[in-house]
């Protein structure tokens, strides 16, 4: 029996269902119509730095910063998000990171490269925010790293999967306020001590699920610019507001 066959025959028991609610599809890894409407897509005039997606209004500067990137200051120069972290954007996100949901990492790749054409530069190399070996154990996954390798792949970037190393656990970052995320994570992230030298002289696109406060990827871009890159800029699955 040949592949072809094979696969008309697995589309028959198994036909391709909407990531978010089951129903079936025209094509694998794919949204239904209604949720693909009601997924909160950043598709419009969005943060420079973060990729919230922002109203629109007469006289928009060239480089448009959110209310808290304007006010806490960013250690990378541009950033985007595919959604926002509400409604089917978070059901997305914790399928992944929680549901062992693995098929969310192909679209995922499509939507994060459609959402950081525009930070792309010559010799990126791709970095997901990694993750301390316990919590690794734990999960048996860095989300992260499953979504750096699908935009690199889709984007055609260089993927550097272990630039960056958690050489301290740290506790979860949810339900902490602004100025305790950015202490926890104080040093909690470094360039890889074999790996780093990778991103010298090189521009780092880094990589993570969903952005907070910021701490996490501000720790993780302080490390790549420590290594030598010579900028760095960040993407994310999900942006989440302060309501998250």
Avoid at 129 to 143: A, E, S, T, Y
Avoid at 205 to 214: A, E, K, P, Q, R
Wanted: positive net charge; glycine residues 10%; proline residues 7%.
């Amino acid at each position: 029996m040949n592949a072809g066959v094979v696969q008309s025959v697995l589309r028959l028991v198994y036909p391709p269902r909407c990531l978010t609610c089951g129903e079936e599809v025209a094509s694998d890894f794919g949204l239904c119509g209604p949720c693909w409407r009601e997924t909160p897509f950043v598709t419009g005039l969005c943060c420079d730095a973060c990729g919230i997606g922002l109203p629109t209004g007469p006289d928009m500067p060239n480089e448009i910063r959110c209310d808290d990137c304007l006010t806490q200051g960013r250690p990378w120069s541009k950033g985007r998000s595919a959604m926002a972290y509400s409604g089917n954007g978070r059901k997305i996100v914790l399928a992944l990171k929680h549901g062992d949901r693995h098929d969310v990492v192909r679209p995922a790749g499509a939507w994060l490269a459609r959402a950081a054409a525009p930070l792309v530069l010559p010799r990126m190399i791709v970095a997901p925010v990694p993750l301390h070996w316990m919590r690794m154990i734990k999960r048996r996954f860095n989300q992260s790293a499953l979504l750096a390798r699908a935009l690199a792949a889709e984007a055609g970037l260089d993927l550097g999967p272990d630039l960056l190393i958690r050489p301290r656990a740290t506790e979860s970052l949810g339900g902490l306020g602004y100025e305790m995320r950015h202490r926890t994570m104080q040093n909690a992230i470094t360039a890889h001590p074999r790996r780093g030298a990778d991103m010298a002289g090189r521009p780092v696109l880094l990589v993570d699920d969903v952005m907070t406060s910021g701490a996490t990827l501000s720790v993780a871009a302080q490390a790549c610019l420590a290594a030598g890159a010579s900028d760095v800029r960040i993407v994310t699955l999900a942006r989440a507001g302060k309501d998250a």
